[in-house]
């Protein structure tokens, strides 16, 4: 055994150096410490083996549950996407079953059917002044093409005419009128009304009232009438009056003054215009005319003047068919008129009439 120290030679089984006195080891505890080496090191290498195992094992883990995350996370988008796409698409198909559905009014333009549109869009052509009250309209249900006014359509119309109506003030908006169902409308500025004019929304007879008359008018007895833009009457304003048949106007007084001075003489002569001027207007629509003026003063002289009684209820029916374009309608005089002439008073019977043909002139 050598020291380790100083090399010296010692005997095998000494314990200590005999110069340095350094202890020694036997060669059994030498094998021993190298065991315990041994049996470390390979617990180390097991130890690290085990670790990158079980790393290799936690790592397969964790992609393995990264993967299944990322696939139930794929399907749950998916599914969510498929579900969202499904909804929005009947979604849009009921908004457009709804729409076209909703889409039912038609009207009439340049005498052609356009539409179909929905209640809203009804609204909006009717706010753009587009369609009017009296433009033709019609939706399923119909029997025939009506006036917009006369339609469910009118309260959107009737709505317009209000938004209007606030849109002046109060000391320009003074007319006011009464529409088909006896309604009082307004008030309106007097361009107002004569746009309602143009459109046939007012006609002739319409009544008419503004601030300082006494009572409600006739439209055709109003200076909106005596209007500078509307000299010439209301076929100015009408739509479509563009074949007015023009019959004579007479000065009733005139006519009156003339019959007494003739002794009857010329009234005979006034039944004689008068029952021409009937029948001219009825000619010029292809009605049913009455009898010639000149068979009809023929019989008027041989009955006596009896047959004045038939003539004047005949002539009051003939005038109350024609109808206008711009909505002026006839009242039926033809009982009155022959009434009087029962009591000897025909020639207030022929100014009745006179009366009658003298606005037709002026305002149909």
């Not at 094998?31 to 936690?58: A, F, H």
């Not at 753009?128 to 959107?156: E, R």
Request: glycine content about 6%; hydrophobic content about 30%; aromatic content about 10%.
């Amino acid at each position: 055994m050598i020291c380790p120290k100083c090399q010296k030679e010692l005997p095998e089984d000494a314990k200590f150096c005999l110069e340095c006195g350094t202890p020694l080891e036997s060669k059994e505890s030498e094998l021993e410490n190298n065991e315990v080496k041994e049996i470390k090191e390979e617990v180390v290498q097991e130890t690290v083996t085990d670790e990158s195992e079980t790393q290799e094992v936690t790592e397969d883990e964790t992609e393995t549950q990264d993967e299944v995350e990322d696939d139930s996370k794929s399907l749950e988008e998916t599914s969510e996407e498929e579900t969202v796409e499904e909804i929005q698409e009947e979604t849009e198909e009921t908004n457009e079953e709804d729409v076209h559905s909703n889409k039912i009014w038609y009207y009439v333009s340049n005498n052609q059917s356009v539409g179909p549109f929905s209640v809203e869009e009804m609204e909006d052509l009717i706010e753009n002044k587009t369609i009017y009250g009296n433009t033709y309209v019609w939706k399923s249900g119909l029997k025939d093409w009506i006036y917009l006014k006369n339609s469910d359509l009118a309260t959107y119309l009737q709505k317009e005419e209000t938004n209007a109506k606030t849109e002046t003030t109060s000391e320009d908006a003074s007319w006011f009128y009464v529409n088909s169902s006896n309604q009082q409308m307004g008030p309106y500025t007097e361009e107002e009304m004569v746009q309602f004019i143009k459109e046939g929304i007012i006609t002739a007879n319409t009544y008419v009232w503004r601030s300082g008359m006494m009572d409600w008018i006739h439209c055709k007895d109003s200076t909106l009438f005596d209007r500078p833009s509307g000299a010439g009457g209301f076929n100015n304003y009408a739509n479509g009056n563009t074949n007015k048949i023009f019959i004579e106007t007479r000065s009733i007084p005139v006519c009156i003054i003339l019959s007494i001075v003739t002794c009857g003489i010329y009234n005979l002569y006034w039944i004689y215009r008068l029952a021409k001027d009937v029948n001219t207007l009825n000619a010029a629509q292809q009605k049913p005319t009455g009898q010639d003026a000149g068979m009809v003063i023929l019989l008027y002289i041989i009955t006596c003047g009896l047959y004045g009684i038939y003539f004047y209820w005949k002539v009051g029916k003939l005038v109350k068919q024609l109808q206008f374009d711009n909505g002026y309608y006839v009242e039926d005089n033809s009982l009155v008129m022959m009434l009087l002439c029962i009591f000897g008073l025909g020639l207030i019977s022929n100014c009745i009439l006179q009366s009658t043909l003298n606005d037709i002139q002026r305002y149909a």
